[in-house]
Protein backbone atom coordinates (compact mmCIF):
# COMPACT_ATOMS: atom_id res chain seq x y z
CA UNK A 1 0.00 0.00 0.00
CA UNK A 2 1.59 3.65 -1.24
CA UNK A 3 1.44 6.37 1.30
CA UNK A 4 2.43 9.51 0.26
CA UNK A 5 3.10 12.59 2.66
CA UNK A 6 3.48 16.28 1.59
CA UNK A 7 5.55 18.54 4.52
CA UNK A 8 7.00 21.76 3.89
CA UNK A 9 3.62 24.07 4.24
CA UNK A 10 3.81 27.03 6.39
CA UNK A 11 2.84 30.94 6.40
CA UNK A 12 4.98 33.12 4.28
CA UNK A 13 5.32 36.54 3.34
CA UNK A 14 4.61 37.63 -0.70
CA UNK A 15 7.48 37.18 -2.57
CA UNK A 16 9.17 34.13 -0.11
CA UNK A 17 10.07 31.01 -1.36
CA UNK A 18 9.06 27.37 0.06
CA UNK A 19 10.29 23.77 -0.75
CA UNK A 20 7.11 21.29 -0.14
CA UNK A 21 8.29 17.50 0.01
CA UNK A 22 6.08 14.48 -0.58
CA UNK A 23 7.61 11.54 0.53
CA UNK A 24 6.80 7.71 -0.42
CA UNK A 25 6.55 5.16 1.60
CA UNK A 26 4.99 1.44 1.18
CA UNK A 27 6.55 0.67 -2.64
CA UNK A 28 9.00 2.21 -4.50
CA UNK A 29 8.20 4.83 -6.99
CA UNK A 30 11.02 5.32 -8.79
CA UNK A 31 8.89 3.74 -12.19
CA UNK A 32 5.88 5.91 -11.49
CA UNK A 33 5.19 9.41 -13.36
CA UNK A 34 3.85 11.90 -10.00
CA UNK A 35 2.76 15.28 -9.90
CA UNK A 36 1.48 17.87 -7.43
CA UNK A 37 -2.06 19.57 -7.58
CA UNK A 38 -3.37 22.16 -5.19
CA UNK A 39 -7.03 23.25 -3.61
CA UNK A 40 -8.60 26.00 -2.25
CA UNK A 41 -12.44 25.63 -0.80
CA UNK A 42 -14.41 25.58 -3.03
CA UNK A 43 -12.82 25.44 -5.97
CA UNK A 44 -11.64 22.02 -8.08
CA UNK A 45 -8.20 20.58 -7.40
CA UNK A 46 -6.01 22.68 -9.74
CA UNK A 47 -2.72 20.69 -11.39
CA UNK A 48 0.17 22.47 -11.07
CA UNK A 49 2.98 20.33 -12.49
CA UNK A 50 4.18 16.47 -13.13
CA UNK A 51 7.27 14.95 -13.37
CA UNK A 52 8.48 11.63 -15.28
CA UNK A 53 9.83 8.85 -13.21
CA UNK A 54 13.62 9.76 -14.73
CA UNK A 55 12.53 13.17 -13.74
CA UNK A 56 13.76 13.87 -17.24
CA UNK A 57 10.46 15.26 -18.27
CA UNK A 58 8.54 17.83 -16.42
CA UNK A 59 5.07 19.63 -17.32
CA UNK A 60 3.90 22.97 -15.76
CA UNK A 61 0.67 25.14 -15.16
CA UNK A 62 0.70 28.43 -17.00
CA UNK A 63 0.03 30.14 -13.59
CA UNK A 64 3.29 28.85 -12.16
CA UNK A 65 5.43 28.72 -14.59
CA UNK A 66 8.68 30.00 -14.22
CA UNK A 67 8.32 30.18 -10.35
CA UNK A 68 7.94 26.79 -9.16
CA UNK A 69 10.31 24.05 -10.18
CA UNK A 70 9.11 20.25 -9.36
CA UNK A 71 11.63 17.69 -8.87
CA UNK A 72 12.44 13.94 -7.08
CA UNK A 73 15.22 11.74 -5.76
CA UNK A 74 14.57 8.19 -6.32
CA UNK A 75 16.51 7.37 -4.30
CA UNK A 76 14.88 8.67 -1.40
CA UNK A 77 11.13 7.89 -2.90
CA UNK A 78 10.48 11.57 -2.52
CA UNK A 79 9.11 14.21 -4.71
CA UNK A 80 9.39 18.40 -4.44
CA UNK A 81 8.28 21.59 -5.12
CA UNK A 82 10.34 24.39 -4.62
CA UNK A 83 8.21 27.57 -4.92
CA UNK A 84 9.69 30.96 -5.69
CA UNK A 85 8.41 34.34 -5.38
CA UNK A 86 4.89 33.31 -4.06
CA UNK A 87 2.09 35.34 -4.17
CA UNK A 88 -1.02 35.55 -1.98
CA UNK A 89 -2.85 34.00 -4.71
CA UNK A 90 -0.52 30.78 -4.38
CA UNK A 91 -2.73 29.88 -0.70
CA UNK A 92 -4.14 26.57 -1.36
CA UNK A 93 -3.57 23.27 0.52
CA UNK A 94 -1.11 21.32 -1.78
CA UNK A 95 -1.34 17.55 -2.62
CA UNK A 96 1.14 15.48 -4.16
CA UNK A 97 -0.20 12.18 -6.44
CA UNK A 98 1.57 9.74 -8.64
CA UNK A 99 0.38 7.18 -10.71
CA UNK A 100 -0.25 3.73 -10.04
CA UNK A 101 0.59 1.81 -13.44
CA UNK A 102 4.24 1.90 -13.87
CA UNK A 103 5.52 4.01 -16.78
CA UNK A 104 2.37 5.04 -17.42
CA UNK A 105 2.62 9.03 -18.61
CA UNK A 106 -0.54 11.42 -16.81
CA UNK A 107 -2.05 14.59 -17.98
CA UNK A 108 -3.28 17.17 -16.01
CA UNK A 109 -6.40 15.86 -14.81
CA UNK A 110 -6.71 14.44 -11.45
CA UNK A 111 -8.22 11.49 -12.35
CA UNK A 112 -5.45 9.88 -14.07
CA UNK A 113 -3.39 10.11 -10.45
CA UNK A 114 -4.07 7.36 -7.79
CA UNK A 115 -2.39 7.60 -5.28
CA UNK A 116 -2.41 10.80 -3.37
CA UNK A 117 -1.24 12.67 0.27
CA UNK A 118 -3.34 14.34 2.90
CA UNK A 119 -2.31 17.59 1.76
CA UNK A 120 0.05 20.52 3.65
CA UNK A 121 -1.21 24.08 3.65
CA UNK A 122 0.64 27.40 2.25
CA UNK A 123 -0.33 30.53 3.04
CA UNK A 124 1.13 33.41 1.56
CA UNK A 125 0.08 36.88 3.13
CA UNK A 126 0.36 39.95 1.38
Known amino acids: QVQLVESGGRLVQAGDSLRLSCAAS????????MGWFRQVPGKEREFLAS????????DYADSVKGRFTISRNNLENTMYLKMDNLRPEDTALYFC???????????????????WGQGTQVTVSS
Open 97 to 115: AAVSELWRVAGRGQSEYDY
Open 26 to 33: GESLINNF
Open 51 to 58: ISWSGRST
